[in-house]
């Protein structure tokens, strides 16, 4: 993790006063379920003595964050009046009827103060049928991490209510450019902290983050050919580099050490896995034609993957280091990209359906396929470490851009980081 | 008076005898003077020869020079196009492939880049390893025609690098391609 990440956490650690909470006593979401009721929750303007527009620049961005959620309707500002916003913090001075009676199942409410270059936010959501208190915390900070603090509570919010936190303290690796000049950029969920990580005059693609943050993988064509390089992103060398002919491309990780990647060139495609320390190298498929776009599970026991070995683009799964590839897709004649949630549960994948290519998820024996979009080309869906969401790219607005959404297809949001065409896109901590 | 007579009849004794007469040469040395006579003629044609031999030298060099050139300007190294998700060559294509492959075999010191490249439908990732065998089917056509394999590299541009950016099958079916260009390192 980042400096500045331990730093926050600490303070937040060292800071913590609890009041008594019963956050973890209801889950009020089923998430898993076929399909859940949105829960409406609303946010007036956080109290503070600040003369600036902090309080409101917070409790917007959180507006913002429960609205990107997905599992929240976010009651409009316009929605609540004077005497609504004006009401005290703390559980005495709230009129939960009135909430009430506008539709509000859940409020938040939150207090500022600046001491010494420091923030202070408290921070209490009630359940406005009864009074129950879901959340109440204490969060400390630098002034100008004051968009941390607001992710982590909208996190802590979902971790109250859905019993998963949130996803909204995660960045978004992804590829941005135009014809023959892409790059690698890094940025918050929230679009802001955008972060240049390659800088060369030529097309860099599919790069993907170790979970703990510390190596970034990717293919590029600046030596005049696709090669694959491995970065320590900390000091910006190069751990491992493949500069043999051929593709190489299609990076994943299984825990932090272990490294996928692709390689088509003559008669066998070969993937491989690579413990990034050591430099062991393993093939973990071989086979006629083309085998690409591995994904590992987490702890690196299973790996699905594409391969045309039985004529067209299909998807198989197999177990490693040594299982025999079974096949999953068997409908239509395109089936790619897919990417193992790191729950365990589900694949998410692209497939050629009517025209289109959509995003689809199954079941890991390939049961329960379903289509999650609606026309465009659709590509490189990704799972949350949490198995929630999906991130992919789209160019169903016209150029590509990057999309989030619910495991199950709802909620769909568009996200923008740059002025170019976005895709590839991947969560990063 | 005498002593001075004597000696400048001697003197011109001398003179004269030292005078430069034919001389007069033994067979062998006949034959050798006949040699060395021919070796001036021969050395005459030798010259001629030579001008032959730089001709011809000079004749190569200008070869090489509008090689590239000319050779780019009557180039069969014309795109060689696919059917979608395909890395088959269509035998219409058979007669271009079969005259790049006598052209590499003329110019054997040519060596080129086999590009390929997908349209735009489908997945980033699966377009570039297609693009690989698309450029792999074409180097395998030429060398089983006798083109050197070491003439020949592949390199697949997935499809980031379209040769029409329309969104209809025209332009797809102009971006499904094999094509060329000469190695200028290797």
Redesign the interface.
Known sequence: MTKSKITLIALVMMALLFTTTTAYAKVYLDIFGKSFKKITIGIPPFKGETIDRSRIDMSELLNKDLDMSGFFIVAPQSLLDKELTDEGVEKQEIKFSNWKSIGIELLCKGKIQKINGDLVLEAFVYDTLDGTLMLAKRYKTKTEDWRKVVHRLADDIMLAITGEKGIMSSRIVFVSGG??R?DVFMADMDGSNLKRMTNYRS?T??PSISPNGRYLAY?S?REG??NLYIMDIDNNREVYTDRT???K??TTWAGNTIFGY?H???RY?NIYSLNVENKDKNTAQRND??A??PSFSPDGTKMVF?SDMHG??QIFIKDLPSGTPKRLTYSG??N??PALSPKGDLIVF?S?FEGA?EICTMNLDGSNQRVLTVGG?N??PQFSPCGRYIIYSSNKGGKYNIYLMLFNGESKKMLKFTDGEE??PKFAP | MKYLTLLFAFAILIIYGCAPQTVQLTPTEQKQVQALQRGDDTLKNRDKKTGIIEEELAARDKTKEWSLKEIMENSPLKDVYFEFDSSTIKPYYFPKLNEIGSWMKKYRNIKIIVEGHCDERGTIEYNLALGQKRAEVVKNYLVNLGVDDASIKTISFGKEIPADSGHEEDAWAKNRRASFKIDQKG
Request: net charge positive.
């Open positions: 014809r023959s892409k097309i693609l599919s293919t064509y050919r696709p002919d051929g593709m491309t299609g692709s088509t060139l003559g495609s034609g083309i690409t776009s594409v067209s683009p004649t395109y790619t990209s692209v050629k290519f080309i590509d490189s895709t590839q």
